[in-house]
């Protein structure tokens, strides 16, 4: 999905509509934690269905920088969690070391809000809008459309219609030391566009 945001020669000037993102009207947030998926973020004022919530950030990364982070994270992670967006063809919001409130924004199968893909002044920007009316309090999520990247998670959303396990795609590789194989990764890549990568490490023991 991709959006045209008005550039910064727009007549409208600060009264135009269109300007989600140089606005940044971003919602109050607040962290949470629950008790089965860790962290959450809810909001703390009412949110209208439309409304631009908070824009997705981190370190914008390439295709070949995102494969290394990946196996290497496979490799050395004990225990927490990694975040990326597949933004385009080679382009890859990574918010692991970088990011804002966003990256705290779980899962749901039966989602409040989703992510959009915007372009502002001839830049693509990712930004989480609200699907429906959402009260002040209630949890912030969005469908993952998750690209698994290591062993089956179980989905903990509570909705009627949750489909039990995050995310249907997996990313494969032949060993946990390997790069994705070329091949591989474009038939792969093509399939996350807008996704979000998440490698996830359970503790030791658990
Ligand atoms: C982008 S992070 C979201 C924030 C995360 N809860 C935290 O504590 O930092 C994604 C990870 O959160 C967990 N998660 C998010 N939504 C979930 C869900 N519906 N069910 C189970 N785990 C979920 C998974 O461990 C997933 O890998």
Redesign the pocket.
Known sequence: MMFACCSSGCRCGNKCANRSFQHRPMKKTKLIM?E?????LVTEEEIKKGDFVIEYVGEVIDDKTCEERLWRMKRLYQGD?F?LCEVSSNMVIGATNKGNMS??????CEPNTEMQKWTVDGETRVGIFALRDIKKDEELTYD?KFVQFGDD?????GSSNCQKI?GTTKLSGSSQNQHVKKKNRKTKCENCLGQ?L?L?HPQKGK
């Open positions: 629950k089965r998926y860790g962290t959450g969690k975040y990256r705290f924004i779980n899962h749901s993952y998670q179980d989905c903990h959303c995050l979000i998440c996830w």
